[in-house]
C-alpha cells in the first residue's frame, strides 16, 4: 500500500501557498507515495489519521504562526491525542523578515501534540524566489523519499 503524505498550508497573500505547492510538486516525483494538499481550514482530524507525515506551511505573523494554521492545530489536538497519533512532520514558514518566533512556537506544540519533527525548517524570508521554492521543493521531495524507503 502507498505510504501518505499531508501537505497543509495557510496562506492570505500566496507565497506559503507558492512554497507549499513546490513541496508538492517535489513530493510527486515519488510515485510510491499518496498526496493530499489542503488548506489549514478545510484539513481535519481524518486528515491526520489518514497520513503517515505531514508537512505544515505557514506565514509567520506577528511572531506567531497565522492563525489559521493555530486553528487547525487547536481543531484537532483531541481527536489525534485520542488516537495517539505521532506523525512525521516538516515545516515551512514564510516571513517576511524574521520567522523565527513562528519556528519556536511550532516546535512547542509539536512537542505536546506531539508530532515527530524529521526535517530542518523552511524559513523563507520575503518573496519566495526560485532557489526557495526548489528549497520547498526539495522538502516535499524529502519526506516523500522518506516515506517510501520506510524512514518513517
Ligand atoms: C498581520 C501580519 C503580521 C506579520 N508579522 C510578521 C512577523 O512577525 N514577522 C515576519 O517576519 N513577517 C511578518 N509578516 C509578513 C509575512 O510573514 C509575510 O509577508 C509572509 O510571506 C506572508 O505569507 P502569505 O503570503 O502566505 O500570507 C506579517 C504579515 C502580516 C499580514
Known amino acids: 500500500m502507498k505510504k501518505k503524505l499531508l501537505v497543509v498550508h495557510?496562506?492570505?497573500?500566496?507565497?506559503?501557498?507558492r512554497l507549499a505547492h513546490a513541496a508538492v510538486a517535489g513530493a510527486r516525483?515519488?510515485?510510491a507515495v499518496e498526496l493530499r494538499w489542503l488548506r489549514a481550514a478545510e484539513a481535519g482530524?481524518?486528515?491526520?489519521?489518514w497520513c503517515d507525515a505531514l508537512l505544515l506551511a505557514t506565514p509567520e505573523n506577528?511572531?506567531?504562526?497565522?492563525?489559521?494554521?493555530?486553528e487547525f492545530l487547536d481543531r484537532t489536538f483531541y481527536a489525534a491525542s485520542a488516537q495517539q497519533l505521532n506523525r512525521a512532520c516538516a515545516l515551512i514558514i514564510s516571513a517576511g523578515n524574521d520567522g523565527s518566533g513562528a519556528v519556536r512556537q511550532l516546535h512547542r506544540i509539536l512537542q505536546g501534540y506531539p508530532m515527530r519533527e524529521v526535517a530542518e525548517p523552511l524559513v523563507v524570508r520575503g518573496e519566495p524566489?526560485?532557489?526557495?521554492l526548489e528549497r520547498a521543493a526539495d522538502t516535499g521531495r524529502a519526506l516523500a523519499a522518506g516515506l517510501e524507503l520506510g524512514i518513517f
Open 129 to 132: 524566489r526560485p532557489a526557495d
Open 62 to 70: 506577528f511572531g506567531f504562526m497565522s492563525g489559521g494554521m493555530k
Open 29 to 31: 516525483e515519488e510515485d
Open 10 to 17: 495557510h496562506s492570505q497573500s500566496g507565497s506559503t501557498e
Open 45 to 49: 482530524a481524518a486528515d491526520l489519521a
